[in-house]
């Protein structure tokens, strides 16, 4: 077949540049999960079900209903009228990729738990670049609080020695942050006072969404946190 007849053959499956853009509208409206990566995911889904020859009816019914998985921009419910989400991000392309969803979103709280010592530590100029540059909309903020260190893992003798100021560490990466980037709305919040500090902050203001972040035990936090 050559590539004229292939061209046509692809057309006739549904496979054209024109069907995309038009797959895509409808995918932006029905979509329960956050980001473009889904819904380039969701585009994939659709080429690959149609290559099987499933109908599209079907196909944007799943895809209606698909509520994303673990940890991944995951709903796991509501605090005071906000959408509470869990994700996994905790290296700076991750978190890229995460706060591009919320590019111009007002009212959303973010809070960021870094995930090892050595990580903030080697990639210190890409954490503090990926946060300043974040564009989120007004009454929109983060937080960053302390790191969550893996047990034996982080055995070098730098690291132990810069243990003796891990609350600070979160902390320095704010403040580099804030000196470079002015405009950053980012602030630190030691982690032994952050359960306290959203309770009055959520209380105080509307925030519409709140994202838990990081590769710790944000997680776990962020669960035991809405149903307190």
């Known amino acids: 077949m050559d590539k004229k007849s292939q061209l046509k053959s692809s057309e006739k499956r549904g496979f054209s ?8 509208k409808r995918l932006e409206k029905i979509l329960k999960v956050f980001g473009k990566h889904n819904i380039y995911n969701a585009l994939a889904a659709l080429t690959a079900a149609r290559a099987l020859g499933i109908d599209d ?18 709903e796991i419910g509501n605090y005071k009228g906000a959408l509470v989400i869990s994700d996994y991000a905790h290296n700076p392309q991750k978190i890229k990729a995460a706060l591009s969803v919320f590019s111009g979103k007002q009212n959303v709280l973010i809070i960021y738990q870094p995930h090892q010592q ?12 990926v946060f ?24 070098n ?3 132990i020695k810069a243990r003796k100021h891990k609350n600070k560490n979160a902390e320095i990466l704010v403040s580099a942050i804030n000196k470079k980037y002015p405009k950053a709305n ?3 919040v030691p982690r032994k006072e ?16 709140l994202v838990f972040a990081g590769a710790g035990d944000i997680d776990d936090f962020a669960r ?5």
Do not use: C, M, P
């Open 17 to 24: 540049y024109e069907k995309q853009l038009e797959d895509r």
């Open 57 to 74: 009816e079907i196909s944007f019914k799943a895809l209606a209903e698909f509520r994303g998985t673990w940890r991944r921009f995951e």
């Open 118 to 129: 050595q990580r903030l530590e080697k990639l210190f100029d890409d954490f503090v670049r």
């Open 132 to 155: 300043g540059e974040a564009r989120l909309g007004t009454g929109s903020q983060i937080i960053i609080t302390d790191i969550y260190e893996v047990a034996g893992r982080e055995i």
């Open 157 to 159: 003798h730098k690291i």
């Open 186 to 188: 980012v602030i630190y």
């Open 194 to 209: 952050l359960r306290n500090y959203l309770r009055y902050k959520i209380q105080d203001t509307r925030y519409k969404i």
């Open 224 to 228: 035991k946190f809405i149903v307190s």
